[in-house]
């Protein structure tokens, strides 16, 4: 059975830094693509960064570009989201999400119907 599991989420200060985790099991984790997407009140869920199963490439949105930085680990099967410079506009649930295949499915596109299997989402609020 397939697990993802987010934590790291909670309340932090404008400016602020989180670092997101990711625990993945039940699949073939080192040659799967992760993905980050988050999700605010009455948006769409929306793609954030991505990262290849051997971290030849990463991909972030436009909105986090220069401020986060994805990474995994395969040894540990977990994939990471640093998140620096925090904005207001940054507060989501933030999901992590595992494709089959080797590649980020539609890159900078963040095509989610590329991904397989999804987490259940962990809170990042953004507020003084």
């Known amino acids: 059975q397939v697990h993802l599991v987010e934590s790291g989420g909670g309340l932090v200060q404008p400016g602020g830094s989180l670092r997101l985790s990711c625990a993945a099991s039940g699949f073939s984790f080192n040659y799967s693509a992760i993905g980050w997407f988050r999700q605010a009140p009455g948006k769409e869920r929306e793609g954030v960064s991505c990262?290849?199963?051997?971290?030849?490439?990463?991909y972030y949105s436009d909105s986090v570009k220069g401020r986060f930085t994805i990474s995994r680990d395969n040894a540990k099967n977990t994939v990471y989201l640093q998140m620096n410079s925090l904005k207001p506009e940054d507060t989501a649930v933030y999901y992590c999400?595992?494709?089959?295949?080797?590649?980020?499915?539609?890159?900078?596109?963040?095509?989610?119907?590329?991904?397989?299997?999804w987490g259940q989402g962990t809170q990042v609020t953004v507020s003084s």
């Open positions: 999400a595992a494709t089959r295949w080797l590649l980020c499915p539609g890159k900078t596109n963040f095509r989610i119907g590329g991904y397989d299997y």
């Open positions: 990262i290849d199963y051997n971290e030849s490439n990463t």
